[in-house]
């Protein structure tokens, strides 16, 4: 019998699962992680980037994770030698109406307590990137770089260490929950808990549903593709820089950013994944792309940003528009300077009524806790958004 048995070895079910650890020393906690690794999805194909707070909504769950969850990982990085970089990113406005949206970004980067924020004129901006194109500039002195797959291996180091059990290379099928434990089942075996936390990241509508079956959210994967910049051309970006984003549209918009494990990615731009774990174009399920399209919420958003959307594919396919959407930043780069790169795929929880849920999504239910929509900043704010469900969890025992 465990006491708490956590579905998802992604950065936050990891988080999650040492943060109960740390509280309740004597807490029987069991992870169950698909894959035969940890961090294998959402964690190990991400750009690397410690964010800043800058973006979010202040007081949502987004903004108060992230800085209280940025703090905790510089902290966990320094206290276990992981390293990390914090060099810093400038928001560029390459357009005029791109303007007034950068002074608002400003104001709630005050808003959500950022220090030593700055404001730089068009010259301004070369003297933090020499080769970028704007009119006007921030620079965020708080953001970083770091790779996540390591933190996520050293949470889960630390669980084993502190006597928590990892068990990898066993797929949840179903939870069966009666008055006082739950069972959940695997492909291999099954086993007995008081207490669900289901961190499943792009499957955690459909572990929800095992026990949520009127779950008023579907997960839709997109694909963010990045290239590489050639190793002679790095010298074009000294560190992070990104364009003004769209407000109505919950991605950053393609940007450049130097990794933690050396290299510049340039990207990711946003396409819909024809399958939840779809890395590359030919990567299709046509069960799971059925269950997309068919979704009311998926077809309110086709509806209303389709031609963001159509733009977004027609860069996927085509090297020189995505070349194209990168000059706007830096003007000198061509495409024979970009080099295939990775890609990740985010889970971007969708509501009935077709809004992209803009903010962490954390649903309690009697015997479990779902963590149903946790894109980026959850990273940066992994041990955060640990704290915050283990208190959940906690209050229960």
């Known amino acids: 019998m465990y006491d708490i048995t956590i579905i998802g070895g992604g950065i936050v079910g990891l988080a999650t699962a040492l943060t109960l650890k740390n509280s309740n020393p004597a807490l029987n906690i069991l992870l169950l992680e698909k894959e035969n690794e940890l961090a294998k999805h959402q964690t190990g194909n991400n750009s690397g980037v410690i964010h800043s707070g800058l973006y979010y909504k202040p007081g949502s769950l987004k903004a108060t994770n992230c800085i209280h969850g940025y703090n905790l990982l510089l902290d966990f990085c320094r206290q276990n030698e992981i390293p990390f970089d ?4 400038i928001v560029v406005a390459t ?14 980067g005050q808003q959500n307590g950022l220090q030593n924020l700055k404001k730089l004129k068009r010259e301004e901006l070369l003297e933090y990137e020499p080769h970028v194109a704007g009119l006007a500039g921030i620079f965020v002195p708080q953001t970083g770089i770091v790779d996540y797959k390591l933190v996520a291996q050293k949470y889960g180091d630390l669980i084993q260490q502190k006597g928590g059990s990892i068990i990898l290379g066993e797929k949840v099928l179903d939870i ?54 050639r190793k002679d051309k790095e010298y074009l970006v000294k560190n992070l ?25 340039a990207g990711p731009n946003a396409v819909l994944a024809f399958k939840r774990e779809g890395y ?8 799971e792309l059925g269950e997309t399209l068919a979704w009311p919420g998926f077809q309110k958003v086709a509806a209303k940003y389709w031609q963001t959307g159509f733009g977004e594919m027609y860069r996927s396919l085509s090297k020189a528009a995505f070349t194209k959407a990168l000059q706007k930043l830096i003007p000198e780069i ?7 790169g990775g890609a990740g795929v985010r889970a971007q929880a ?18 479990v806790i779902n963590v149903c929509n946790a894109p980026s900043p959850a990273a940066t704010s992994s041990l955060a958004i640990g704290e915050t469900v283990s208190k959940l969890a906690l209050a229960r025992f």
């Open 95 to 108: 357009e005029e109406n791109e303007l007034p949206l950068l002074e608002n970004l400003f104001v709630r």
């Open 241 to 265: 820089i990104y364009p003004v984003p769209d407000p109505n549209f919950p991605f950053l918009g393609v940007h450049f950013t130097r990794m933690a494990k050396g290299g510049v990615e």
């Open 86 to 89: 914090l060099c810093g990113k």
């Open 280 to 287: 590359k174009k030919s990567d299709i399920n046509l069960r």
């Open 350 to 367: 969708c509501d009935r009524q077709g809004g992209l849920v803009d903010d962490f999504m954390i649903l309690e239910e009697k015997k």
């Open 334 to 340: 061509v495409e024979s300077d970009l080099a295939p």
């Open 176 to 229: 069966q929950s009666s008055e006082s434990k739950s069972v959940v089942v695997t492909q291999k075996t099954s086993y007995t808990t008081k207490l669900v936390i289901n961190c499943a990241g792009l499957y955690s509508d459909k572990v929800a549903r095992m026990t949520v079956p009127d779950l008023n959210v579907k997960i839709i994967p997109f694909r963010g593709e990045y290239y590489k910049l």
